[in-house]
């Protein structure tokens, strides 16, 4: 690290070689795999959304509680399409460090909202578009600065890890945050604030993503002849994982039915990206194998996903050619399937919705 801190103004080139050589095969396949989840989860968000509105045309729409979408195949392709996203993704944190795979969901992000503009009909402004390649500049400045992937030998050192101090009250707070929503605010706010939903999702899935990548090296490390198998912690961290999952695909469910796609993709990637981000600082350390250089560079390509991610919330139903500080939102439109497909607020409004 001494090494890449020095130099000054003329070694910026030992700079920027010195980020390369951060990407090791290890990272080198994180990425791949990071990069191959994004376009499976990006695709399964539009399918899935397909299958919840030829079910809610039938039955009671999973928004208000229906579970009729587990009928339709529809719903249960999109559902594999995710599951072998997670599968990569999975994979994905077995071999880099969280703060390199998690920000590249933002290929997701760009993804459906394209197939959203294509096959769901729903607006993408040509803003939209600059937000997309604002997604993929951050996401490059990020991954040719991300830590090399920390060395552990065992399921027992990720174990010491997540019960240090810091980590166990940042899951403490995590989990008192999401029961209270759960309990506080869904019955009250879940159908006309996005932010409800999203942020159950957001605070779970910071957690399980800790297990996920605790649970990736437990399989990496027995695959490769050390077998973690044995120790209870591996089966704590599978079972975390099963529990995180079960309630990250519920409220899903419930935003993606309750909201446009436009607006559940960006805002859920934003808030489960920045909490991953700061569990993974908290509870492996990313930071402290790096300088104040790289991790500056680091949130700056962070903060430029963040905008790509906003500006494509903002113009998502902007008519095209419209100016940007007053846009113009178009009239409801009601598809074949009997669903709104144009652009919803962050707010519902009561009178807009189906009796």
């Not at 939903?197 to 993503?209: A, D, E, H, P, Q």
């Given at each position: 690290m001494?090494?890449?801190?020095?130099?000054?103004?003329?070694?910026?080139?030992?700079?920027?070689?010195?980020?390369?050589?951060?990407?090791?095969s290890?990272?080198?396949?994180?990425?791949v795999?990071?990069?191959?989840?994004?376009?499976?989860?990006?695709?399964?968000?539009?399918?899935?959304?397909?299958?919840l509105?030829?079910?809610?045309?039938?039955?009671?729409?999973?928004?208000?509680?229906?579970?009729?979408?587990?009928?339709?195949?529809?719903w249960?392709?999109?559902?594999?399409t995710?599951?072998?996203?997670?599968?990569?993704?999975?994979?994905?944190?077995?071999?880099?460090?969280?703060?390199?795979?998690?920000?590249l969901?933002?290929?997701?992000?760009i993804?459906?909202?394209?197939?959203?503009?294509?096959i769901?009909?729903?607006?993408?402004?040509?803003?939209?578009?600059?937000?997309?390649?604002?997604?993929?500049?951050g996401?490059?400045?990020?991954?040719?600065?991300?830590p090399?992937?920390?060395e552990?030998?065992?399921?027992?050192?990720?174990?010491?890890?997540?019960?240090?101090?810091a980590?166990?009250?940042?899951?403490?707070?995590?989990?008192?945050?999401?029961?209270?929503?759960?309990?506080?605010?869904?019955?009250?706010?879940?159908?006309?604030?996005?932010?409800?939903?999203?942020?159950?999702?957001?605070?779970?899935?910071?957690?399980?993503?800790?297990?996920?990548?605790?649970?990736?090296?437990?399989?990496?490390?027995?695959?490769?002849g050390?077998?973690?198998?044995?120790?209870?912690?591996?089966?704590?961290?599978?079972?975390?994982?099963?529990?995180?999952?079960?309630?990250?695909?519920?409220?899903?469910?419930?935003?993606l039915?309750t909201?446009n796609?436009?607006?559940?993709?960006?805002i859920?990637?934003?808030?489960?990206?920045?909490?991953?981000?700061?569990?993974?600082?908290?509870?492996?350390?990313?930071?402290?194998?790096?300088?104040?250089?790289?991790?500056?560079?680091?949130?700056?390509?962070?903060?430029?996903?963040?905008?790509?991610?906003?500006?494509?919330?903002?113009?998502?139903?902007?008519?095209?050619?419209?100016?940007?500080?007053?846009?113009?939102?178009?009239s409801?439109?009601?598809?074949?399937?009997?669903?709104?497909?144009?652009?919803?607020?962050?707010?519902?409004?009561?009178s807009?919705?189906?009796?």
């Amino acid at each position: 690290m001494a090494e890449s801190g020095g130099g000054g103004g003329g070694g910026g080139g030992g700079g920027w070689r010195d980020s390369y050589k951060g990407m090791s095969s290890d990272n080198i396949k994180g990425l791949v795999l990071a990069i191959s989840s994004s376009l499976f989860i990006g695709a399964s968000f539009i399918v899935k959304k397909k299958g919840l509105k030829k079910a809610g045309a039938t039955g009671t729409r999973a928004g208000v509680g229906g579970y009729s979408y587990l009928y339709e195949p529809l719903w249960w392709i999109g559902v594999t399409t995710m599951l072998l996203g997670e599968i990569a993704n999975f994979a994905a944190y077995a071999f880099a460090p969280a703060i390199l795979v998690t920000p590249l969901g933002a290929l997701s992000i760009i993804i459906s909202a394209v197939l959203a503009h294509i096959i769901l009909l729903e607006k993408l402004h040509i803003f939209g578009v600059l937000g997309c390649a604002l997604c993929v500049v951050g996401s490059t400045t990020i991954v040719l600065h991300a830590p090399q992937e920390q060395e552990i030998g065992s399921v027992l050192e990720v174990w010491n890890l997540a019960t240090e101090p810091a980590f166990m009250f940042y899951a403490s707070l995590i989990i008192g945050a999401a029961v209270f929503l759960i309990i506080r605010y869904v019955p009250q706010y879940g159908q006309t604030n996005v932010m409800v939903y999203i942020g159950i999702c957001s605070l779970v899935g910071s957690l399980s993503v800790m297990s996920v990548k605790a649970l990736g090296i437990a399989l990496k490390l027995t695959f490769s002849g050390t077998n973690q198998l044995f120790y209870p912690q591996t089966w704590v961290f599978t079972l975390v994982v099963l529990t995180c999952v079960i309630t990250q695909l519920n409220y899903l469910n419930k935003a993606l039915d309750t909201f446009n796609t436009a607006i559940v993709s960006p805002i859920y990637y934003v808030m489960f990206t920045s909490l991953t981000i700061l569990a993974s600082v908290i509870m492996f350390k990313d930071w402290d194998r790096q300088n104040g250089t790289q991790i500056v560079t680091e949130m700056c390509g962070f903060v430029t996903i963040l905008s790509g991610t906003f500006l494509l919330h903002r113009t998502k139903d902007m008519v095209e050619g419209s100016p940007v500080i007053l846009p113009v939102r178009i009239s409801k439109q009601v598809d074949e399937d009997g669903f709104e497909s144009e652009g919803i607020p962050l707010r519902r409004q009561e009178s807009l919705r189906s009796p």
